[in-house]
């Protein structure tokens, strides 16, 4: 492994949330949503240069210089990146992408007051209520998330991809307040947007069937929802590395869906392959290795192999206790089903 040094310093453009399931308990409970892109740089500390606010050094830790795939990824990601935001916006994209949502909202807020046109600000807004979805503060990422759609509704077509992005994202908070009839709502203003700009097999696409998808698996449509992730994967499959985490976020929708199902030995094979490209790619503390090993530790369970299953059930809730606000809403979810496969053995 290597170690890499990084400053940062300011700018502005958009985000889309691709989002994965992380309702693991056995009778449906309101989810959250982690924003599933990649990391393959691991962040390491993070500290103001001589207490310059506007200047700070990341140290980046390679996982694997030599690794062919990672390799792959990490172009991906590069590209990814400097194609979607510049200057500070990069580091605060890349936090929310690593996780690390507290110190994202410390660079957007900084933007924020420093911000000189409408664009920017709905932006700033924009990153703002990714991270306060991220964080489970689900009334201030509406908030957020409808400021930056009041101006991009002013400044922008309303079939421009730019508001399918906010609908996007603002139906994700619907979907894990519980109030799914306007979270399908808002993913499907935001599918027929994409469908009408964008070619059949962008990931974008990808986007929306996945986030219908899980819409539907809350709603007890399972066939309709194995129907709008079956189409994401297919997407995915095609454009995306063989290792990239918006892969693994489908494989964990389509085993969440089979897991409803009570198809657990599907679950878990699907469960098993989300977990080993997130093991890959992602942080160590991740929140969305806590979905993984959360949802396999429930299918072991299901499948009579307790004492492992709670092995997997105790390392998402460290992580999970580690990696969020102490006062997110599902730290006790993961508890709930640490106690519920403990009552099994």
Known sequence: ????????????????????DTSIERQQSPSADVVQNFLVFRIGPMEQINGNNRLWQVNLILTDDNDPEIHTLTEYMREEIYSEAQGWDRLGLLLIKSGKFDKAQEIYDILLGETTTDQE?????????????????????ITYF???????????????????????NIGLVY??????????????????????????????????????GLVCNHMNDYSKALSFHE????????????NHPDLASSYNNIGSVYENMNDYSKALSLHQKALEIREKTLPPNHPSLAVSFGHIGIALSET????????????ALKIVEDSLPANHPHIQLYRDNLEYVKKKT
């Open 146 to 168: 409808q400021q930056s759609i009041e101006i991009k509704t002013k400044v922008l077509s309303p079939m421009d991809s730019d508001l399918a992005s906010s609908y996007d």
């Open 231 to 242: 189409k994401a994967l297919e997407i995915r499959q095609k454009i995306l590395p063989s």
């Open 304 to 315: 009579g192999d307790h004492s492992k299953a709670i092995l997997y059930c105790e390392r």
């Open 1 to 20: 492994m290597s170690t890499a040094t990084t400053t940062a310093a300011a700018a502005a453009v958009a985000t889309t949330t691709s989002s994965d």
């Open 175 to 212: 979907k894990n307040m519980g109030d799914y009839s306007n979270a399908l709502l808002f993913h499907q203003n935001a599918l027929e947007i994409r469908q009408k700009n964008l070619p059949s097999n962008h990931r974008d696409l990808a986007i929306s069937y996945n986030n219908i």
């Open 121 to 141: 600000k709905a932006l700033m807004y924009h990153r703002l209520g990714v991270i306060k979805n991220s964080q489970g503060r689900y009334t201030d990422a």
